[in-house]
């Protein structure tokens, strides 16, 4: 995460992410203003509730059984109902939370499929955690769209943090938090559009699977490397560590 904050070197850029998923970075940066966007509604819901009512979100999750039982009965409802409001936004975090080991996963039909895991994931954050997660998100502009409209948005006082789904030339990949895949073609488009945006004056950092490097970024783009540990297969006794790599338009020092 040090290398990743680092390449914010101007907090009072615009942060735009147009893969929002945990939106991570965002909440370690705090940065002044910012537009998160994503394909998933159940997502984008869960972000501006927590933005407009922690209180009664947290007050709500609270409410909930962590048990099997509950767990499935709140699994049927969440399939089964709509994506705006509180209790969506609750039923949402409470999965993420209670799922097997984490991992977000949905069928083919868009339908979330993870197993009870347990109490793996450990007590839920206190309120205070919910209530400075609402006072970062209520810097953004938290938008339900496509990562072509969000990045479309940036200018010249923006910083872009792209981290798109890895695919393979066999293989497209679904997007950890929403329904669709992500292809070759869509990383074709993400590469054009942040072209595009570098030349309205944006900053730019894009993080990729290090064992499938991205050759169409423009030649004067720098490279980081760096690891991240990832479970494999979804079990968290199965730990490694995963090279990636860091694209930005710009240099930097890391720490600075």
Same mark, same amino acid.
């Given at each position: ?9 101007? *907090? ?40 407009? *009512? ?38 949402f975090i409470y ?7 984490g991992l977000w ?13 347990? /109490?793996?994931?450990?007590? /839920? ?24 409209k969000t990045v ?19 293989? *497209?990949?679904?997007?950890? /938090? ?21 030349? *309205? ?45 860091? /694209? ?9």
């Amino acid at each position: 995460m040090a290398l990743l904050g680092a390449s914010m070197r101007d *907090r009072s850029r615009h942060y735009i992410e147009p893969f929002a998923g945990s939106a991570a970075l965002f909440f370690d940066l705090g940065p002044q203003t910012g537009t998160l966007g994503d394909l998933n509604g159940h997502l984008i819901n869960a972000l501006q509730q927590v933005r407009d *009512r922690p209180a009664a979100v947290y007050s709500a999750l609270l409410d909930i059984e962590r048990s099997p039982e509950a767990y499935y009965v709140i699994r049927t409802r969440f399939n089964e109902g709509g994506r705006v409001g509180l209790m969506p936004a609750v039923h949402f975090i409470y999965l993420n939370r209670n799922c097997f080991n984490g991992l977000w996963r949905t069928n083919l039909a868009g339908l979330f499929n993870v197993p009870f895991g347990g /109490y793996e994931m450990g007590a /839920y954050p206190p309120l205070a955690l919910f209530e400075h997660c609402s006072n970062l998100l209520a810097r953004a502009t938290i938008t339900h769209q496509d990562f072509r409209k969000t990045v479309a948005t940036a200018g010249a006082d923006s910083f872009i943090y792209a981290d798109p789904p890895y695919f393979t030339a066999s293989e *497209r990949v679904f997007v950890e /938090y929403g329904e669709r895949s992500f292809g070759e073609d869509d990383l074709n488009d993400l590469i054009r559009l942040l072209a595009d945006a570098e030349e *309205r004056g944006a900053e730019i950092a894009l993080t990729y699977n290090a064992a499938m490097p991205i050759d169409a970024l423009p030649d004067h783009w720098r490279s980081h490397r760096f690891s991240v540990t990832r479970n494999v297969g979804g079990f968290s006794g199965a730990r490694k560590k995963q090279e990636e790599i860091l /694209y930005t338009n710009f240099d930097f020092a890391e720490g600075n």
